[in-house]
């Protein structure tokens, strides 16, 4: 198990763009996965994408498809979430999460698929 911390939250206008970091820490392994979620208001907490830590295979929810690059920065531990053309449905806290259980990614779209949860970073997106 990691550690993860989220960053980069921040208010936005429509149609800009924002990037969040996810840093990792502790003991890691090249069978992690690395996934985002969010949480917006009143809402559960959603499936965005995810990325494996060591080939980069990534996968996305429809809804930020051709919007949102999941990366990762293996010599840094960091995975990050480029989101652009953000629209006021994005709005949301914004969480990285982590697992080290070998599984498809595919397969990995709910919270309890992940063990290592960030504490959120709010991202606000205004009409």
């Known amino acids: 198990q990691v550690d993860v911390v989220e960053s980069g939250g921040g208010l936005v206008q429509a149609g800009g763009s924002l990037r969040l970091s996810c840093a990792a820490s502790?003991?890691?392994?090249?069978?992690?996965?690395i996934g985002w979620f969010r949480q917006p208001p009143g809402k559960e907490r959603e499936f965005v994408a995810a990325?494996?830590?060591?080939?980069?295979?990534?996968y996305y929810t429809d809804s930020v498809k051709g919007r949102f690059t999941i990366s990762r920065d293996n010599a840094k531990d960091t995975v990050y979430l480029q989101m652009n053309s953000l629209k006021p449905e994005d709005t949301a806290v914004y969480y990285c999460a982590a697992e080290g259980r070998k599984r498809p990614i595919a397969t990995m779209r709910g919270v309890a698929d992940f063990g290592s949860w960030g504490q959120g970073t709010q991202v606000t997106v205004s009409t």
């Open positions: 502790g003991r890691t392994f090249s069978t992690y996965t």
């Open positions: 990325i494996t830590w060591d080939g980069g295979r990534t």
